[in-house]
């Protein structure tokens, strides 16, 4: 089955609101990696998490690794219609070499 | 960036047909991988090279063949597919093999099965 879970699926948000998108698994995970795709596009790296409770900052982007190493979050702030995309995790399992993604979380930005 | 450069970008072939996807990374990377994007399932491994072997086969059917020549191109060969392969097939390379290095992946081909 798919190792991690990632929530909502799909998200709607009115521009200059914030919102959360969560990946969620019942293993413990050694990293997290967050990428992003733009709609006809391709994935791009956005950044990694491995340390428990890590939180990192790109401008309005904040991402979270959860204390167990099981669920990790990102976190937009005012969004704005760039920010359109499907917002991936990804992960590898403790113990673990294969780096496996979730099903992603589309965001539609509402002007 | 262009740093990942896959050819062709769209390709509609019919199941008796062979066709070939390439892959060409300019990063120096030492690992290549092919991934599967379709509507319904999210992105699926398929195949991992590293340093020019294949280091992961993700149980996948033997119409697909890969290929990896050199550390700088892939292949993934095509042989009588089905309807349920119409997808965008994505290439990723990363600096090592090592799965916690970052990914980065090409613009992909989307194939279409007649």
């Known amino acids: 089955g798919q190792q991690v879970m990632q929530i909502p699926q799909y998200q709607h948000v009115q521009e200059g609101e914030d919102f959360t998108t969560y990946c969620n698994s019942s293993?413990?995970?050694?990293?997290i990696q967050w990428y992003k795709q733009r709609p006809g596009g391709h994935p791009v790296f956005l950044i990694q998490?491995?340390?428990?409770?890590e939180v990192k900052k790109q401008k309005r982007l904040t991402f979270q690794f959860g204390e167990a190493k099981k669920n990790s979050s990102l976190h937009i702030t005012a969004t704005q219609t760039t920010d359109v995309g499907t917002y991936f995790c990804?992960?590898?399992?403790?113990?673990?070499?294969?780096?496996?993604f979730g099903g992603g979380t589309r965001v539609l930005v509402k002007p | 960036e262009t740093g990942v450069t896959q050819t062709p970008r769209h390709l509609v072939m019919g199941m008796t047909n062979k066709k070939s996807l390439k892959c060409e990374q300019h990063l120096g990377h030492n690992a290549m991988y092919w991934y599967k994007q379709s509507a319904k399932k999210p992105l699926e491994l398929m195949f991992v090279?590293?340093?020019?072997?294949?280091?992961e086969n993700n149980s996948v059917p033997s119409r697909f063949s890969p290929e990896c020549p050199n550390s700088s191109h892939l292949f993934l060969h095509l042989h009588t597919l089905q309807p349920e392969d119409s997808a965008l097939y994505l290439c990723?390379?990363?600096?090592?093999?090592?799965?916690?290095?970052?990914?980065?992946f090409g613009d992909g081909t989307r194939l279409s099965i007649l």
């Open positions: 990804a992960s590898i399992k403790a113990a673990g070499n294969k780096l496996t």
């Open positions: 998490l491995v340390k428990s409770g």
């Open positions: 293993t413990t995970l050694s990293n």
């Open positions: 090279y590293s340093l020019e072997e294949r280091v």
């Open positions: 990723a390379s990363s600096q090592s093999g090592d799965s916690n290095q970052p990914q980065h």
